[in-house]
């Protein structure tokens, strides 16, 4: 694997690709992890006198989440210096680019919204970058699993290597010890999860666990629109559904956390959390589990009283004595808020989806381009 040692980045201009998709609530950013580690090799390329062009995405066009990188460059601007330019690849980047001087990082808009971005094929993206870029850096391991533009630049721009969170990802994944593993899985991207459904035992919770569950017959009322109106929801054949539990109860915001159980739907509430049967429930199978793979929270943890599902899980989990993995920006974001002790779990990776492919024994396209087996 190449990494930041193997080039020389003085006066060079660099293209970082970072991962900054964060967690984002009525259109405000939340505090993130990603963006936090970001800055790690943002600063190294600095040190080595490179002028750093940063692409990132955040959300999915037409999501909720789906905003400016703005917000992104004001809470990176904490751990290292940052211009922003709403542009990605037209006049006013160009312009920001060739005036950028030794040291200094200028992050573009949201890549995502260019079409471009989700095309494999060579693109006015690819184009542009070849262009106005001497070496690419891929820090965005948790993007690896997509085919994109941003992430398959090493097709075009011959000097590529990885970065520094990229780098520790995968002199991770070499640690990996899942045999006989307990997957936990959550979140809101279902299309990923599905892909370790069989005969592993899985206990879903998050809006995952209530696709699983509408898909084992149950009605749940109001949070099905809700499902469908995001697109979280799919159809999942059944026979992939034989080994996963689902949750007994759940919270509702009924002038705050109120638990009701499967009973009590369908209804006309959404649902926040997973509730305490079901955690209590969960947490008797993480102590038998000798390894253990959690991605995805199990409720809204931008709100504290919607955490406790979340954290109760993690607690079990960091003091159980499973090799533990744990994936994910938001789960990354959820440690960090209950505030346990990030050395009590094996390994904890800023990627859901990316990761969750790697173990379901797929090759991720954006390693394989760096030439990373
Ligand atoms: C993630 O959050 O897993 C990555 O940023 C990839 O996002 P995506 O699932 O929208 O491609």
């Known amino acids: ?105 200028l992050l573009l808009e949201n890549v995502r919204n260019l079409k471009e971005e989700f095309n494999a094929e060579e693109n006015k993206i690819t184009s ?15 993007v690896c699993h997509r085919a994109q533009a941003s992430i398959l630049l090493p097709k075009y721009i011959k000097k590529s290597c990885a970065g520094r969170i990229l780098e520790r990802e995968v002199n991770a994944l070499s640690k990996i010890k899942l045999k006989n593993t307990l997957y936990i899985l959550g979140g809101a991207k279902p299309e990923d999860n599905i892909k370790l459904l069989g005969n592993h035992k899985v206990l879903s919770c998050g809006l995952f666990g209530q696709v699983c569950l509408i898909n084992k017959g149950k009605k749940l009322g109001e949070q099905e629109n809700y499902l469908n109106k995001k697109k979280i929801f799919i159809k999942i054949p059944k026979i992939k559904l034989k080994n996963v539990k689902t949750p007994l109860d759940f919270a509702v915001n009924i002038n705050g956390r109120k638990e009701i159980s499967l009973e009590g739907f369908p209804n006309k509430n959404e649902i926040f959390d997973i509730g305490s049967i079901t955690q209590k429930n969960y947490i008797e199978e993480i102590k038998k589990a000798k390894a253990i793979y959690m991605k995805g929270p199990a409720g809204d943890c931008s709100k504290k009283e919607f955490s406790k599902g979340t954290f109760s899980i993690l607690n079990a989990i960091a003091n159980s004595k499973a090799f533990s993995v744990i994936g994910g920006g938001h789960l990354s974001d959820a440690i960090v808020a209950s505030k346990i002790n990030k050395k009590k779990f094996s390994h904890i990776s800023l990627s859901g989806g990316a990761l969750l492919n790697y173990i379901a024994g797929e090759k991720l396209p954006g390693l394989k381009v760096l030439g990373i087996k």
């Open 1 to 105: 694997m190449k990494t930041l040692n193997d080039f020389d980045f003085n006066g060079k201009i660099v293209l970082l690709r970072c991962d900054l998709n964060s967690d984002v609530q009525n259109k405000k950013l939340l505090k993130s992890e990603r963006i936090k580690e970001a800055a790690i090799t943002i600063n190294e390329l600095k040190k080595k006198k490179a002028k750093i062009v940063i692409l990132a995405h955040q959300g999915r066009p037409g999501d909720s989440d789906f905003i400016s990188l703005k917000q992104h460059s004001k809470q990176l601007n904490k751990y290292t210096k940052v211009k922003f330019v709403e542009d990605i690849i037209g006049k006013k980047a160009e312009k920001a680019i060739k005036e950028l001087k030794i040291g200094e990082a």
């Open 128 to 142: 542009f970058f070849s262009k106005m870029c001497e070496i690419y850096v891929n820090d965005a391991f948790s």
